[in-house]
């Protein structure tokens, strides 16, 4: 089944030129090592949050990094997440389907 295109993606996939942004963030998920990342996080992550199921790990590990790349607070990587289209596309969230992940109680939990 074929992922349903936001109106974003229509209008960002027409572009030819990518801004810093999306290139740094399509270099560094080109390097990071995520299936380790998640490998050595997996054990400790919790599985529900609040009755309903937990963001992927994969995505949480992701908005963990934007911050500590972007020397932003969190409510500001959150908040880069809706607004800059490089930024969502970095974290592989469909805004049809979720909405961004909260970053506190992971970063706590990694701590």
């Known amino acids: 089944m074929e992922k349903q295109q936001t109106f974003s993606d229509v209008e960002y996939g027409a572009h030819k030129h990518a801004g810093r942004r999306e290139i740094v963030l399509d270099r560094m998920d080109a390097v990071a090592p ?60 469909n805004f049809l389907e979720e909405d961004a992940p909260a970053l506190p109680r992971f970063r706590h939990m990694l701590e």
């Open 34 to 93: 995520w299936k380790k990342l998640i490998e050595v996080t997996e054990p400790y992550y919790f599985s529900r949050v609040r009755e309903r199921p937990a963001k992927g790990i994969e995505i949480m590990l992701r908005m963990y990094f934007l911050p500590l790349w972007y020397d932003l607070a969190d409510g500001a990587a959150e908040d880069a997440v809706y607004d800059r289209y490089a930024t969502r596309k970095f974290m592989k969230v």
